[in-house]
């Protein structure tokens, strides 16, 4: 019953930035911690960050650590993935999912809802 969608993606230059966000939505929807994962074709899934229900705590991949940034406005049950000096191999889609755990998770299948995705594609 939590509904997740995915905007913001596109394309981008190498050494570019770029902000996805994600709406979430359903009962108790506020409650849940929320995650950002990718895919690249031939690839799998791939943890990028996560964020507590509070916007509290985050963590990143070390892929991305340093690079991208996680937040949360907890009131509009809104989060962001703001992306900085993108890469070509940041190329994928970009996944919201949210945990019904209160703990932070990167695992994909520890995520019980997931929205459609955003393509982002960084060019050379």
């Known amino acids: 019953q939590v509904q997740l969608v995915e905007s913001g993606g596109g394309v981008v230059q190498t050494g570019g930035s770029l902000r996805v966000s994600c709406a979430a939505s359903g009962r108790a929807s506020s409650r849940f911690a929320l995650g950002w994962f990718r895919r690249a074709p031939g690839k799998a899934t791939e943890f990028v960050a996560a964020i507590t229900p509070s916007g509290s705590t985050t963590e990143y991949a070390d892929s991305v650590k340093g690079r991208f940034t996680i937040s949360r406005d907890s009131s509009k049950n809104i989060v962001y993935l703001d992306m900085n000096s993108l890469r070509p191999e940041d190329t994928a889609v970009y996944y919201c999912?949210?945990?019904?755990?209160?703990?932070?998770?990167?695992?994909?299948?520890?995520?019980?809802?997931w929205g459609q995705g955003t393509q982002v594609t960084v060019s050379s």
């Open positions: 999912a949210s945990s019904s755990y209160y703990t932070l998770q990167t695992t994909p299948d520890n995520y019980d809802a």
